[in-house]
C-alpha cells in the first residue's frame, strides 16, 4: 500500500514541470562572521493551464530551490485560456514592475524573454503577446507576470455572472483546448478542436 501511494506521489510530480527563474547569492556580515544566503524564484506548471510562483530562502540553492518549488506547488493557479491564448489584455504590477500580456493569434508563439517567458512555458500558454514596462527586478518581474494570469477573467464566468451567453458578450465562442482533452471525446486527426465550452477544472 505504500508503496502504491508513492508510485502515484511520483506520478503526479511528473505531471508538473520546474524551472528556477532566477537564483541570488548574498551575503551579511555578523558577530560571527559572515553568513551566505540564497534566494531562489521557481515557476512550475502542467502545462495544460496550470502555474504556480515559488520563492524560497536557505542557506544552500538545493535547499532553497526545494522550499521554492513546494511553495509553488501550494500557490498553483488555474489560468483561462481561449484556443491556446489568453482571454484578453492585462497588465501585472509588483513594485515597480509592470508587465503587460495580450492575447496572439494562433502560431505567434511566445513572445516573451527572461522570468516572463519561463512562467509562460510551463503554463501551457502558446501563443501571447508581452511587454515588460517600468523598471523592476527579475524577481518583481517574475511575480508581476504571475499577478497578471491570477488577474485574467475566465469569459465563461463573466457571462454567467451577466445572465448573458460569451457569444452575446463577444460575438463569438471561446474554449479552453485543455479542458477539451481533459473531459470531452478526442477529436480525430485532423479534426478542429471541439468549441463547445466545457465545465470549469477545479
Not at 34 to 60: E, P
Not at 190 to 197: D, F
Amino acid at each position: 500500500m505504500a508503496q502504491e501511494f508513492r508510485t502515484r506521489s511520483r506520478e503526479a510530480e511528473d505531471e508538473f514541470e520546474d524551472r528556477v527563474v532566477r537564483v541570488d547569492r548574498t551575503r551579511k556580515t555578523v558577530a560571527g562572521g559572515r553568513v551566505s544566503s540564497t534566494r531562489v524564484v521557481v515557476a512550475v506548471g502542467d502545462g495544460r493551464g496550470r502555474v504556480g510562483l515559488g520563492i524560497g530562502k536557505a542557506r544552500n540553492a538545493p535547499e532553497a530551490i526545494a522550499k521554492a518549488r513546494e511553495r509553488a506547488r501550494k500557490n498553483m493557479i488555474r489560468v483561462p485560456l481561449d484556443g491556446y491564448t489568453i482571454p484578453h489584455e492585462v497588465i501585472g504590477k509588483c513594485g515597480s514592475a509592470r508587465v503587460l500580456l495580450k492575447p496572439a493569434s494562433r502560431g505567434t508563439g511566445i513572445i516573451a524573454g527572461g522570468a516572463v517567458r519561463q512562467i509562460i512555458e510551463v503554463s501551457g500558454i502558446r501563443d501571447v503577446l508581452t511587454k515588460s514596462l517600468g523598471e523592476g527586478t527579475v524577481f518583481n518581474r517574475a511575480k508581476a507576470t504571475f499577478e497578471a494570469l491570477r488577474s485574467l477573467r475566465d469569459p465563461r464566468k463573466v457571462a454567467a455572472q451577466r445572465g448573458k451567453s460569451v457569444v452575446e458578450i463577444l460575438g463569438r465562442d471561446v474554449a479552453d483546448p485543455y479542458e477539451v482533452q481533459a473531459e470531452g471525446p478526442q477529436p480525430a486527426e485532423g479534426e478542429a478542436p471541439l468549441s463547445e465550452p466545457q465545465a470549469d477544472v477545479e
